[in-house]
């Protein structure tokens, strides 16, 4: 659906679309509507791997699949569950076989869905094309392979390319120590075929990353060494410089790092977000540890240049703010993030990239919450602490981790699980009860947040116990997953 159809948001010559003018301070783009006025084609179902690693039931992590149509009589469900043939993978990101950079070779089509895990290293591709609504496995690759031919491991983002192979960043090597390389994948076969960077020419530290060929760059982020975060967080590790505070620019022709952006007041730059317009020279990346959102921009020599235009206002506490996961609109004139510790949901319109504003926040949780673990002792925001949220008669354990809006832009899906080890770490009452999926519906128009309060998908009350869901993929393709040539 978004191979096919939101590639057009950026090619005015494609037929069957509506081009409407939006003007920016920085640039003036078309944007081409999706979907003809009124029929929007709305999101029926989602994927999401489910994590078992670090709690108590003892079993293989899987792919759920949730009916989101309001339609369906198994609305807000869990329709099909797919096991994986392995214990303690961990699960995390997904990506696909193929996706909006490949727009125009009818050879091209998402069917699979690739699941790479943060621990085992391997990586499993799941048919999704065969039967949507009931995927299957297609093919495992195996942890020594990519050990063998890569020297990587511990797996995270997957975006597919233009020449039809598949690119997974690593966060370290197959010892656990950190090395931030890139795993190419066949996108036919899945066969590994070895690193995208040049030999020795890895990152000191990896985690998420965004290409956007026009400007001939890819810009990849830092976590931390796998043997440094695998089993939960420990202050002094940041002390000890332990911790990313680096985004890489590369080379996209040459694969070849090219420069290092130190970030001040970044430490942990997680996901990161070119805007989507396809000539634009900008982006965003949300500082996890730095509660701080980082704009990247080129300059006019071609070199690339960071400021910090977004700060969550600290809060005096006996404890931390943890920004894990921002996306933008694919309109570009929305971006949002997650809070995780702190508990919030912010919506920022970003028409000026240089001065975004915010529109819209809303508590989900979070561990500030009264009678939370975190005492509030000075707030610049908030009178008082935030209530807990309740849906549906369910206590919402976590706060707000991974989202994922809908291609209108009017939806938004928020689940609560970050990592099995943190998650055990900062929250014991996400390992006991299980993550949930919530909907908040957005104003596209004037900006703001609100609840669904029909709204939810309670991964505690799965079969063999309480889940941990992380990232959510629709079947046509999302906000995260897709770039523009």
Excluded at 213 to 238: K, Y
Aim: proline share 8%; glycine share 10%; charged share 20%.
């Amino acid at each position: 659906m978004l191979l096919t159809t939101l590639q057009r948001y950026w090619q005015p010559d494609t037929p069957e679309v509506i081009p409407v003018a939006q003007s920016y301070q920085m640039w003036e783009v078309w944007t081409w509507l999706p979907y003809p006025p009124g029929g929007h084609e709305r999101e029926e179902i989602v994927y999401l791997p489910c994590i078992y690693r670090n709690t108590s039931t003892e079993a293989p992590d899987y792919l759920a699949t949730v009916d989101v149509d309001p339609k369906s009589p198994q609305y807000c469900q869990v329709i099909h569950r797919l096991p994986m043939p392995n214990m303690k993978d961990e699960l995390h990101h997904s990506g696909w076989n193929t996706c909006s950079s490949c727009f125009g070779d009818s050879t091209k089509s998402r069917t699979k869905l690739m699941l790479p895990c943060l621990i085992s290293s391997r990586i499993y591709v799941v048919d999704v094309g065969t039967e949507p609504r009931a995927p299957k496995l297609h093919k495992v690759i195996e942890p020594q392979d990519i050990h063998a031919k890569c020297d990587l491991g511990y797996l995270h983002t997957s975006h597919c390319l233009a020449s039809g192979e598949v690119m997974i960043s690593a966060l370290g090597d197959p010892k656990g120590n950190g090395k931030g390389g890139f795993v190419l994948l066949d996108g036919e076969t899945f066969e590994v075929k070895g690193t995208w960077e040049r030999p020795g020419g890895a990152a000191p530290l990896g985690y998420d990353f965004w290409y956007q060929p026009r400007h001939n760059v890819m810009i990849s982020t830092e976590w931390a060494a796998p043997n440094v975060l695998r089993d939960g967080f420990n202050p002094a590790d940041v002390q000890a410089g332990l911790y990313g505070s680096c985004l890489h620019v590369w080379d996209w022709q040459r694969h070849e790092m090219v420069q290092t952006l130190h970030l001040q007041d970044g430490l942990i730059p997680l996901e990161i977000r070119f805007l989507h317009n396809p000539a634009a020279s900008q982006g965003f990346v949300g500082c996890a540890l730095g509660s701080n959102i980082q704009r990247f921009y080129k300059n006019e020599g071609g070199t690339w240049s960071v400021e910090k235009v977004i700060q969550v206002p600290p809060k005096k506490v006996k404890g931390q703010c943890l920004i894990t996961d921002i996306l933008l609109s694919l309109d570009d004139r929305f971006l949002y993030f997650s809070n995780w510790l702190h508990g919030d949901l912010r919506q920022y319109d970003i028409s000026d990239p240089k001065r975004p504003r915010l529109t819209g926040q809303l508590f989900l949780g979070g561990s500030i919450v009264k009678g939370g673990p975190v005492q509030v002792l000075e707030d610049q925001e908030l009178k008082s602490q935030p209530e807990p949220l309740v849906v549906k008669g369910k206590r919402v354990a976590g706060g707000p981790q991974m989202i994922q809006l809908s291609l209108d832009g009017k939806r938004l899906y928020v689940t609560t699980s970050l990592y099995s080890a943190w998650d055990k770490q900062f929250y014991p009452d996400l390992i006991r009860e299980g993550s949930v999926m919530l909907q908040i519906d957005v104003d596209t128009e004037k900006g703001g947040l609100k609840l669904n309060p029909n709204f939810l998908v309670d991964f505690g009350k799965e079969p063999l116990g309480p889940a941990l869901a992380h990232e959510l993929r629709y079947p046509g393709g999302d906000c995260s997953s897709d770039i523009w040539l």
